[in-house]
């Protein structure tokens, strides 16, 4: 084999290369976000199992907006870190959920900035909410404008 065939296959392969990461790279991206964002929901639907098992045994009474964590932590399935949106990361405990002021309402939990509490549109562009009737979807920010306002005020 001569020197010029050789470096043409090796042009081949590393080009073969290039395209095989180029189409794997931004798959791999999209199912680790799919991934952040089923984790979201498991504690979402966590959150609001827990939050229901408080209401019974405080005879339908919900946590005061300030204390949902502390008061609904017992009731969690998921031991650590309880509160915390995958997709947020970090060696912290932070809580970035928000709980409505009046759970009844449209939705019941959502994604917020663990520092600001103001709603964090982390996946997608897109937030993940626990509406009233316990489903667990994501909305874009007009959706979830739309819904919050509808709802009890945050
Ligand atoms: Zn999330």
């Known amino acids: 084999m001569n020197r010029s065939k050789w470096l043409r296959e090796c042009g081949v392969a590393f080009g073969l290369l290039v395209v095989l990461a180029a189409i794997a790279v ?3 991206q999209r199912s680790r ?3 952040k964002q089923s ?3 498991h504690v979402l639907r966590s959150m609001t199992a827990a939050l ?3 209401a019974r045994e405080w005879d339908g009474e919900y946590p005061l907006s300030d204390d949902w964590p502390d008061a609904i ?3 969690m399935q998921i031991r650590w870190p309880p509160f915390t949106c995958p997709a947020v990361g970090g060696d912290d405990e932070p ?3 928000a709980m409505a002021a009046e759970p009844g ?6 994604d917020v900035h663990p520092l600001t509490g103001e ?3 982390r996946h997608d562009d897109g937030i993940c909410v626990a509406h009233a009737d316990r489903h667990v979807t994501w909305m874009t920010a007009e959706e979830f404008g739309a819904a919050i306002g509808g709802s009890a005020d945050e």
Do not use: E, I, N, Q
């Open 26 to 28: 931004p798959v791999y």
């Open 33 to 35: 976000k799919l991934a």
């Open 39 to 41: 984790g979201c929901y």
């Open 52 to 54: 229901d098992m408080y």
């Open 73 to 75: 932590r017992p009731y």
């Open 95 to 97: 809580v970035s959920y």
């Open 105 to 110: 309402g449209t939705l019941v939990f959502w």
């Open 119 to 121: 709603p964090a549109f």
